[in-house]
């Protein structure tokens, strides 16, 4: 029978920037005697990715804007907050009172361009999504297969809320070594119906199984591995796949 296995990586230090992030993976599953075998999907938050790259910015050293500072009074959020999104974003989605949901550079939309203030140090301090979650999953990767011969799939994941559900999912940002979505179009069900629409998207699907043990309040937890999934691997995999093209985009 098959069977998928969620393994949350325990007793990772805090990250801090210049961390060798696949390094205090492999040795802290090693540790936990759940070392990474062939095939395994390695979930981790992209606040830990980003800490690791060193992006992390302290608003006491932002100056806003005239622009930032408008939209900061339409949507009660603080001026440097608001230009830090603004420096991030490629275009406003939707903007209400407490709610500014944009097109990041790399084409991700989400709240607030995905700026955290969550599980991470410093009271003024804040995490930016990482420059190229796609390159940073394969970086990782990479790493991982030199350290343990282990050839894995990388997630790096992110937290989002959806237009017509109550609460959030994580989500995938970056992939590397994996397809993200499984095109089932052409096969058949049960009764033998053609499928013509059905494609899942299985790196999401992981992404929010992972964070049933990573959880959201525990920084000390931002990684998990996945055992047991069979996915249909991929060199130049990219989760921009996952994102539905503006002209299929029937909310904008």
């Known amino acids: 029978m098959d069977s998928v296995e969620i393994i949350a990586v325990e007793n990772l230090p805090l990250i801090t920037g210049g961390d060798k992030l696949a390094e205090l993976i492999c040795n802290a599953a090693k540790k936990q005697n759940t070392p990474i075998q062939e095939k395994d999907v390695i979930v981790i938050t992209h606040v830990a990715v980003s800490k690791a790259e060193g992006n992390v910015v302290n608003l006491d050293q932002v100056a806003p804007s005239e622009r930032a500072k408008e939209i900061a009074r339409r949507t009660g959020k603080e001026p440097a907050l608001v230009e830090i999104i603004l420096r991030e974003t490629k275009e406003i989605v939707r903007m209400r009172r407490n709610s500014l949901i944009t097109e990041t550079k790399n084409g991700i939309v989400c709240a607030n361009a995905g700026v955290d203030r969550s599980n991470i140090e410093g009271e003024r301090n804040i995490v930016l999504l990482p420059k190229d979650p796609n390159a940073s999953a394969q970086k990782?990767?990479?790493?991982?297969k030199r350290l343990t011969g282990c050839?894995?799939?990388?997630?790096v994941s992110d937290t989002h809320g959806r237009p017509f559900r109550m609460g959030e999912i994580n989500v995938a940002i970056g992939v590397a070594g994996i397809k993200p979505i499984r095109d089932r179009r052409?096969?058949?069900d049960l009764f033998g119906y053609v499928l013509k629409i059905k494609q899942?998207?299985?790196a999401d699907?992981?992404?929010s199984a992972a964070e049933l043990v990573i959880g959201q309040a525990n920084e000390g937890i931002p990684v998990a591995i996945i055992r047991g999934y069979r996915y249909q691997a991929a060199e130049s995999a990219s989760a921009a796949e996952l994102t539905r093209p503006k002209e299929k985009d029937l909310f904008r």
């Open 151 to 155: 050839d894995v799939a990388v997630i």
């Open 200 to 202: 899942t998207a299985v």
């Open 140 to 144: 990782t990767r990479q790493e991982i």
């Open 186 to 188: 052409g096969e058949k």
């Open 205 to 207: 699907e992981l992404a």
